[in-house]
């Protein structure tokens, strides 16, 4: 071919590339579909939702507030910014993925006749609107109708408009009661207790100024826990009885319980709650803002206890990778004993084993790591003189001669028979009582068949290894079951 007749032909196909581009252009813009791109989500001010429930929410000022019924009377409450703007961020994406028709005859069949369906109307400051009908889901597809009002036009719309579709207007309220971060927060006062930031740890600790009772320890990720549940505190429901929430607004301000955060700006965020349950239900406000909110009873709880609330309750502290020695007694009987010698455990007492008994090394070190991840349920006030006589020791002792010992106590008076028994527990080097499941004192009570070789149950291979990522109290709990049933 010659070069004359490549060029020409050359020619020709960029023409034909450029025809097609410029009429695929001309030729969409004949296509029937939904194309929401052209409004922005900064100009909307207005949602309206109406299926079997009708929903409003309006924007003032730059916040998002939704209208609910109290009494029959409406009224605007705050809505949760966040939801509403990724609500209208995902819509506005949002593409006919094929036409279905035109025929207003059929409508019906698809969920979109006058009357049906879910109506939606969203309007723009600048005037634009917005408004469609969500039909039924297509059959077999994730895709549901909707028709483009006010004309016939049926599209197949396949991206989710399911958060459209709730007309629940608690749905959309801000449960949120503070508009915070952890990171925002300086320090924290609650009760007798304030938390500071450690900028040097990006932690919080306690303040210097503070008196602790005698071997109190303190637990920095439960700080971190409670400053976290602080900030992100939802309501559980809403107090919208302009009757009832005077009340409580009135008994809010009355009470002396209240948590206060500070933040490196010099900001003030304080929540009031209730002086107390009314029916097992407590309450909290924003210092300064109008809304009163249920809230669960247990945050409530965890602030009221203040210092206990921050106590760290992990019982023994040891290194497990120089323990040495291992033993259990009940009352002066020695249960068992183990010692470590050339890198392996061996069993010292008792000197006379049970018929067909198979002691099992590796369970020595699983014991001595639930042992360094046991903590107690709570700490309590008795004096140890007053607990009498050890029931259940556990001696871990290490090489350099280190040691540590549990000594579980009698058992807690139990008022309630139906609750779990519990027993008072001490340990060596600390003046603290604590309190365990007595479940824990049996576990250890059963000695020498913590040591013995458990025929491991049959896993699936993809299963394999699940027991060790239990947490170490399932541990104790599943192996002291599986020792009882090959027992019997």
Not at 222 to 241: E, G, H, I, P, Y
Not at 345 to 367: G, H, I, Q
Request: aromatic fraction near 8%.
């Amino acid at each position: 071919m010659k070069k004359s007749t490549w060029i020409a032909f050359s020619c020709l196909i960029v023409l034909s590339v450029l025809y097609f581009v410029f009429k695929q252009d001309t030729f969409r813009k004949g296509i029937r579909e939904i194309d929401l791109s052209s409004f922005k989500e900064s100009k909307i001010d207005e949602i309206d939702v109406i299926g079997q429930e009708s929903l409003r929410l309006t924007k003032k000022d730059h916040n998002w507030f939704v209208e609910v019924s109290v009494k029959d009377k409406k009224k605007l409450v705050p809505a949760d910014n966040q939801e509403v703007k990724q609500t209208l961020e995902m819509l506005l994406k949002t593409h006919s993925d094929y036409f279905v028709t035109s025929l207003s005859e059929k409508h019906g069949d698809f969920g979109v006749g006058d009357g049906q369906g879910i109506h939606v109307e969203i309007k723009g400051a600048d005037g634009q609107k917005i408004n469609f009908v969500i039909g039924n889901s297509v059959q077999g597809s994730s895709g549901q109708y909707v028709r483009l009002l006010p004309g016939p036009d049926v599209f197949v719309v396949k991206s989710s408009l399911g958060r459209l579709s709730r007309t629940d207007a608690d749905v959309w309220r801000n449960h949120l009661l503070l508009q915070l971060k952890p990171a925002d927060v300086s320090k924290i006062q609650f009760g007798n207790v304030l938390l500071e930031r450690d900028k040097s740890k990006n932690t919080f600790a306690l303040a210097a100024s503070m008196q602790l009772p005698v071997g109190y320890r303190f637990s920095e990720d439960k700080a971190q826990q409670m400053v976290r549940t602080f900030v992100n505190l939802r309501a559980v429901q809403f107090v919208d009885d302009d009757e009832l929430a005077k009340k409580l607004r009135s008994d809010l301000l009355e009470s002396n319980f209240k948590v206060v955060a500070h933040t490196a700006e010099g900001k003030e965020d304080t929540l009031l709650f209730s002086p107390k349950d009314y029916q097992g239900q407590v309450y909290a406000m924003v210092q300064g803002h109008e809304e009163v909110y249920e809230i669960a009873p247990y945050v409530v709880t965890q602030f009221r206890e203040g210092l206990d609330t921050l106590r760290d309750l992990k019982l023994l502290s040891f290194d497990e990778k120089k323990v040495n020695h291992l033993s259990i007694r009940k009352g002066q009987q020695v249960l068992f004993s183990v010692h470590q010698s050339d890198g392996a455990w061996k069993l010292e007492e008792p000197k006379v084993l049970p018929k067909k008994y198979d002691f099992d090394a590796d369970r020595v070190n699983a014991l001595l790591s639930q042992l360094s991840s046991m903590y107690a349920l709570r700490a309590s006030s008795e004096s140890p003189a007053s607990l009498g006589a050890t029931l259940v020791s556990v001696l871990i002792e290490e090489l350099d001669g280190k040691k540590v010992e549990l000594q579980i106590k009698k058992q807690l008076p139990q008022q309630d028979k139906s609750a779990p028994s519990e027993n008072y527990v001490t340990v060596s080097g600390d003046k603290n009582v604590y309190v365990i499941s007595h479940r824990d004192m049996e576990y250890f009570a059963s000695g020498l068949d913590l040591m013995k070789k458990v025929q491991e149950p049959n896993m699936p291979k993809e299963q394999a290894g699940g027991f060790e990522s239990l947490p170490p109290d399932v541990q104790r709990q599943l192996m002291q079951a599986m020792r009882q049933q090959q027992a019997n």
